[in-house]
């Protein structure tokens, strides 16, 4: 079936909103075709590799970030403690795990937000769904798309990358400066002092390995300086990706230069909509979210779709049913996805399936349900004889107060609630996470 960049305009999504005034949104989407991207064939190439080993039980996937980026949080710090954070939790993972850890962040790209409703409901009247800083305000006066949004997302997405870069190729991310990433708020927690004996035991491994290669007289290997670090967001927005669609200068396939990895969204994997028209074409690894009603059969025209050839690390299922359906759910995708004899990898997304509304009214998320749900994916996967391939997460490197619960307890949302959209495990929760289901795949193994 041929394809073009642009095949998806034919097909309808309540997800893409009108904009009032379509020739500017154009002339925008003109001007962005013009840029450079912001990932290149080469890493896309590599991470793809990656996801085929994790696939095959060789390593782990830890993607994590805000649910959605936003102008206003835009600055150095944010960008630093969450990339810390996700350090952090792949050592252990790593280390506790035994795995290599492929790390992907939700970041320089994640701007666009899906909506059950394209309306809301304010004591002034109706008025459009806020749906993400590239498209409009969360302001009630700014709900208007505007397409000088997606011009602004795109420059602050290469800002992000840069300063990513340099933390991964710098020397930040060396593995000898683990226990220098702790994080000043982390009191004295259990959570800390486990984190702090990890890392004075790979202080020590190291320690030991290099006292052998000098007995040995062998070249000491360079430290490994360098990190991967992949960007993902959901490919909601389709005028932005295909204007950063590319062609890999050394194969000439199309590739999404958006981003390393682009997920469907439980709003917008319908196998004949417009999102899956545009990601059966570039060559990226695709995640698909998979809720409690993800039926096999849905499931599978999609990977019919996405992935005719099977290709080991182009898909990525990423499980987020909830505590109360996810055992049932789980088992039943899972056994069927494998009969048909579909390669991909398995992973959890604990987060979306566990909302709950606090009674001062905000939305928030139980640490308890969230490591539940990791447990059961496990469990479920174990039981299926497939690997636990992934954990997925929205997360940040500050101490917000958004999720109740884990060691730390946090008890009071209003402490430092601040996210515009779904709550996230602040840094404490999320290493507290990463132990837990660590051990968990440890025990898997043994
Ligand atoms: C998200 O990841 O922020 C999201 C909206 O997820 P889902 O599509 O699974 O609801
Ligand atoms: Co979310």
Redesign the pocket.
Known sequence: MSWSRGGWRSRKSSQIPDYPNPPALREAEDRLKTYPPLVFAGEIRQLKSELARVADGGGFLLQGGD??ETFADFNTFNIRDTFRVLLQMALILTFVGEKPVVRVGRVAGQFA?PRSNPTEKTPEGEIPSYRGDMINRREPAGRTPDPERMIRAYFQSAATLNLLRAFAGGGYADIHKASKWLLDFVGKSPVREKYEALARGIDKTIGVMRAYESLEGGALPAHPQRIDFYSSHEALFLPYEEALCRNDSLTGDPVAGSAHFLWLGERTRDPEGPHTEFLRGVVNPIGIKCGPGAEPREIERLLEKLNPDNEKGRITLILRAGVGKAELAYSRLIREIVSAGREVVWCIDP??GNPRLHSSGVKTRYFTDILYECKIFIEVCRAEKVHPGGLHL?MTGKNVSECLGGFDSVDDLSRDYETT??PRLNASQALELAFAVAECLAADRG
């Open positions: 649910c959605a937000k987060m979306h929205e959209c779904d």
